[in-house]
């Protein structure tokens, strides 16, 4: 007998993929409930400041005000926590599926694109922030959004081309870290003319972007106290707020928070800096931490290592084939590790929130690519 192959509508897998999104999500409910407390507070706390005052009670929440306005609106129809979590549950639903579509588009295979958003669906880091409060889940939900509308619609339909800026407007405010995507998006621009040989147009576009950016991480570092990002530097932080014991007496150091101050720092103690951006490296990408059990430290690795190491074979299979997206992701690995290396790692791995459904993206890729290997390998059965 031939053999036959089985194949799938997306209609079938995405309702496959919709059951387990909804356990998964109904799991984390039925386990911490809606938390609203810790870091959550200041949101709750700044939505009846703006109600009073009009205005924001600390300049930093304008990088935060996407979250806040979601608060605002959520306290307006009368019930603001299970509004706020609706918002974001609902906005998860809505990434996961543009996540497919956009793994779907890139590979035009659509076991990747259900492998990669089960993946994702199965990743506790990422999904357990859906139940929180906080500012992560529709932060990583909005990048998602906008890389799919920057790379699957058509922009050169004004429509879209609105749609994906105001998209790229949210994740901008949504939280701080969502300045990097400028840079990000300035990169891989950038790259694209100059493999066209557009230099003149790479070059402007490299000098005007650079100065935005900068000009908006130099207001973001002075617009609020709160933000010292010499502090981790001083105190020897490679997790944020957790000095190190043993801390050398640094030189140069004058307390100013800006780029300058940042820079002089580095420049003057190289082989601190160089041994710091180490640990932070491997407290980023390596997710553990001393005082995680030892049983969840080993479900991070035996989870994540193994998908890091068919990711790097899913980007160099799929990267002649999809070289854009392929320097887009490259790009936002690099800088987001960047932005840890000159500031602080989170304790409880939130700041890699960002990066990880590229990571399953790039892990689906080479465990398919893997399996179709393996297959081809094998002996062909006699008919």
Not at 99 to 118: C, D, E, G, P, R
Not at 132 to 155: A, D, G, K, P
Request: proline residues 2%.
């Amino acid at each position: 007998m031939g053999n036959s192959k089985i194949t799938f509508s997306n209609k079938y897998l995405l309702s496959i993929l919709f059951l387990i999104w909804l356990l998964v999500q109904c799991s984390f409910l039925m386990k911490y409930g809606i938390v609203s407390s810790y870091e959550a507070s200041k949101y709750f706390e700044e939505c009846q400041n703006i109600l009073e005052h009009s205005a924001f009670s600390d300049n930093k929440y304008l990088f935060y005000s996407v979250y806040i306005f979601i608060h605002i609106i959520s306290f307006k129809l009368g019930n603001e926590i299970v509004g706020v979590y609706i918002f974001q549950l609902l906005l998860n639903l809505l990434a996961s599926y543009s996540f497919f579509q956009l793994s779907y588009k890139i590979t035009n295979n659509k076991a990747v694109a259900f492998i990669a958003v089960l993946l994702l669906f199965l990743t506790q880091s990422f999904q357990i922030w859906t139940v929180y409060l906080y500012s992560e889940s529709v932060y990583s939900s909005l990048i998602l959004l906008f890389t799919y509308c920057f790379f699957v619609l058509n922009q050169q339909n004004i429509k879209n081309l609105l749609l994906t800026t105001f998209i790229l407007l949210l994740v901008l405010l949504s939280r701080p870290t969502g300045l990097l995507m400028i840079p990000i998006i300035s990169i891989y621009i950038f790259l694209v003319l100059f493999y066209k040989a557009k230099y003149i147009k790479a070059s402007l576009l490299a000098i005007v972007l650079g100065i935005c950016f900068f000009a908006l991480l130099n207001y973001a570092m002075h617009s609020s106290a709160q933000f010292d990002f010499m502090k981790p530097f001083v105190e020897k932080e490679v997790l944020c707020y957790i000095p190190t014991e043993n801390t050398p007496t640094l030189t140069s150091h004058t307390g100013s928070n800006s780029l300058i101050h940042i820079f002089n720092y580095i420049f003057h103690n190289k082989k601190q800096f160089i041994h710091l951006s180490y640990e932070k490296i491997i407290s980023f990408w390596g997710m553990q931490r001393y005082y995680y059990s030892a049983s969840h430290n080993l479900y991070l690795k035996v989870f994540f290592y193994p998908i890091y190491f068919f990711g790097a074979f899913g980007l160099f299979k799929y990267f002649k084939q999809q070289r854009k997206i392929c320097t887009f992701i490259i790009t936002l690995f690099a800088i987001f590790t960047i932005s840890i290396i000159l500031t602080c790692d989170d304790w409880n791995n939130r700041f890699n929130i960002p990066i990880i459904p590229f990571v399953m993206m790039l892990g689906a890729m080479g465990l398919f690519t893997s399996y179709e290997t393996i297959l081809s390998l094998l002996p062909k059965k006699i008919n």
